[in-house]
């Protein structure tokens, strides 16, 4: 196995501030304790108070983290978002307040968690359940696999009866969880059966509308990471943008699997449209951690300023069945991590040519909403030059013809004009298709092959 670092590429602007902008222990701050408004304070009602309508964060994407007590909601959390080993989990004391949790060091995964106590009574009548549900993203409600689940199914199916009837939009999740102690053939049976009781129980209600997306997790391996990732790309208006970009990047690069991580989390917002194998996420998730482990070894000052992933980070791995693992930076949370076979990579500098392109349309997507009128129709035209001049004026390459004259190709390729409409960031990603195909047909002239070490 080798690793390899490296700067290739100027920072896009508004990539990086200062040198140490990303979080030093790859954290996401400090956790917020809610605190109690209802009166009595104790057991029954909850906290609600500083987090309705109003609240300095009430605009944030809200995840609801609810089940019984001991069924792994505080674990979840901290081994997710604050890095916690899941053997610590053992020594947490059961929560017995709201917890807001504020992940707000990430500018693409930003939200909040409201960890909720197991006991807690959601529909006392000091309880203001509906300003609770009314700005939620996404509701997660977690089951123990090795516990009797039968209880817990009546707290789920009564617990989302009334949220949906406050907020039919919000995405329901159910974690089955703690399924490492279980066979395979148990965590199928389990699954199959709490999917079951809980759908027939909404059927019963007449709530066939509303869906349950079903995980079996557990914090000692990835699915945990994996069922959060899914979860999190629901609230992420810009998905399916993304992936397009994903598969239009693999698709002219010879690579197999891309994900888009948040890097502190390991929580992919984004891949392309081929399965998702378990496995190929693992390995990603692991490269993740040997970069960062390393950076922070090696790739700080002698003083111990600077941070262990920025601007110039890059890895290869190539591991022993001509599998390689190649780790880019996309901005200051995010990185592309590649999965692709050696012959792929022999063309590296395509790659990076396409990654470039690629980078710049995901700053460009996530730029947006402050550049573009909202619309689901919006149209705007754009031309797409290959090459500018020496002037800064968009140009197309010459090519070399069979007696070596220079022949421009303003004359046969016009300008492609694309529509925002159907893809944003197109234009950057048309460059790819365009390049990829004079590549292969030897149109690019040899004097723009020795000039770009990118096309080498």
């Given at each position: 196995?080798?690793?390899?670092?490296?700067?290739?590429?100027?920072?896009?602007?508004?990539?990086?501030?200062?040198?140490?902008?990303?979080?030093?222990?790859?954290?996401?701050?400090?956790?917020?304790?809610?605190?109690?408004?209802?009166?009595?304070?104790?057991?029954?009602?909850?906290?609600?108070?500083?987090?309705?309508?109003?609240?300095?964060?009430?605009?944030?994407?809200?995840?609801?983290?609810?089940?019984?007590?001991?069924?792994?909601?505080?674990?979840?959390?901290?081994?997710?978002?604050?890095?916690?080993?899941?053997?610590?989990?053992?020594?947490?004391?059961?929560?017995?307040?709201?917890?807001?949790?504020?992940?707000?060091?990430?500018?693409?995964?930003?939200?909040?968690?409201?960890?909720?106590?197991?006991?807690?009574?959601?529909?006392?009548?000091?309880?203001?359940?509906?300003?609770?549900?009314?700005?939620?993203?996404?509701?997660?409600?977690?089951?123990?696999?090795?516990?009797?689940?039968?209880?817990?199914?009546?707290?789920?199916?009564?617990?989302?009866?009334?949220?949906?009837?406050?907020?039919?939009?919000?995405?329901?999740?159910?974690?089955?969880?703690?399924?490492?102690?279980?066979?395979?053939?148990?965590?199928?049976e389990t699954q199959r059966d709490i999917h079951q009781r809980a759908n027939d129980d909404l059927a019963d209600a007449g709530l066939e509308?509303?869906?349950?997306?079903?995980?079996?997790?557990?914090?000692?391996?990835?699915?945990?990471?994996?069922?959060?990732?899914?979860?999190?790309?629901?609230?992420?208006?810009?998905?399916?943008?993304?992936?397009?970009?994903?598969?239009?990047?693999?698709?002219?690069?010879?690579?197999?699997?891309?994900?888009?991580?948040?890097?502190?989390?390991?929580?992919?917002?984004?891949?392309?449209?081929?399965?998702?194998?378990?496995?190929?996420?693992?390995?990603?998730?692991?490269?993740?951690?040997?970069?960062?482990?390393?950076?922070?070894?090696?790739?700080?000052?002698?003083?111990?300023?600077?941070?262990?992933?920025?601007?110039?980070?890059?890895?290869?791995?190539?591991?022993?069945?001509?599998?390689?693992?190649?780790?880019?930076?996309?901005?200051?949370?995010?990185?592309?991590?590649?999965?692709?076979?050696?012959?792929?990579?022999?063309?590296?500098?395509?790659?990076?040519?396409?990654?470039?392109?690629?980078?710049?349309?995901?700053?460009?997507?996530?730029?947006?909403?402050?550049?573009?009128?909202?619309?689901?129709?919006?149209?705007?035209?754009?031309?797409?030059?290959?090459?500018?001049?020496?002037?800064?004026?968009?140009?197309?390459?010459?090519?070399?013809?069979?007696?070596?004259?220079?022949?421009?190709?303003?004359?046969?390729?016009?300008?492609?004009?694309?529509?925002?409409?159907l893809l944003p960031g197109l234009e950057m990603l048309l460059k790819i298709c365009i390049v990829q195909l004079l590549w292969q047909k030897?149109?690019?002239?040899?004097?723009?092959?020795?000039?770009?070490?990118?096309?080498?």
């Amino acid at each position: 196995m080798s690793l390899q670092y490296g700067a290739e590429e100027t920072p896009l602007a508004g990539s990086y501030g200062a040198a140490d902008s990303f979080p030093k222990d790859f954290g996401y701050g400090v956790e917020e304790e809610e605190e109690e408004a209802a009166a009595g304070g104790g057991g029954g009602a909850g906290a609600s108070g500083g987090c309705g309508p109003g609240g300095a964060d009430s605009s944030k994407p809200r995840i609801l983290l609810m089940g019984l007590r001991r069924s792994g909601k505080s674990s979840i959390q901290k081994v997710v978002f604050h890095k916690m080993s899941p053997n610590e989990t053992l020594f947490l004391e059961s929560t017995n307040k709201i917890y807001k949790d504020d992940i707000s060091n990430s500018s693409f995964v930003n939200f909040q968690i409201w960890d909720f106590p197991g006991q807690m009574d959601f529909f006392d009548p000091t309880f203001d359940y509906e300003m609770i549900f009314r700005g939620t993203g996404a509701f997660i409600y977690v089951i123990d696999a090795q516990d009797d689940y039968m209880e817990a199914l009546t707290r789920l199916h009564i617990t989302v009866s009334k949220a949906y009837k406050v907020n039919p939009d919000m995405n329901f999740e159910v974690f089955i969880h703690k399924v490492d102690g279980l066979s395979d053939d148990h965590k199928i049976e389990t699954q199959r059966d709490i999917h079951q009781r809980a759908n027939d129980d909404l059927a019963d209600a007449g709530l066939e509308k509303l869906h349950l997306s079903f995980y079996l997790t557990s914090i000692y391996d990835h699915s945990i990471f994996e069922a959060f990732s899914k979860v999190v790309q629901k609230l992420i208006p810009h998905l399916p943008t993304l992936e397009n970009l994903l598969n239009i990047f693999i698709s002219n690069s010879g690579i197999e699997k891309a994900f888009l991580f948040d890097v502190v989390s390991k929580i992919y917002i984004a891949t392309d449209s081929s399965p998702v194998d378990m496995q190929s996420y693992e390995l990603c998730c692991d490269m993740i951690d040997v970069v960062i482990d390393v950076s922070c070894i090696y790739g700080l000052k002698e003083d111990g300023s600077g941070s262990a992933y920025d601007k110039e980070s890059m890895a290869i791995i190539k591991l022993n069945n001509t599998t390689v693992l190649y780790l880019k930076e996309v901005t200051k949370f995010l990185a592309l991590v590649c999965i692709l076979r050696e012959e792929s990579f022999e063309r590296k500098g395509l790659i990076d040519y396409n990654f470039h392109c690629f980078r710049k349309a995901i700053h460009e997507v996530f730029e947006m909403p402050s550049s573009h009128s909202p619309g689901p129709l919006g149209h705007m035209s754009a031309s797409v030059p290959l090459l500018s001049d020496a002037q800064g004026k968009p140009r197309w390459p010459d090519t070399i013809d069979a007696t070596g004259g220079r022949q421009s190709m303003a004359g046969s390729l016009a300008p492609v004009r694309v529509a925002s409409c159907l893809l944003p960031g197109l234009e950057m990603l048309l460059k790819i298709c365009i390049v990829q195909l004079l590549w292969q047909k030897g149109l690019l002239s040899q004097e723009l092959k020795s000039s770009s070490p990118k096309l080498r």
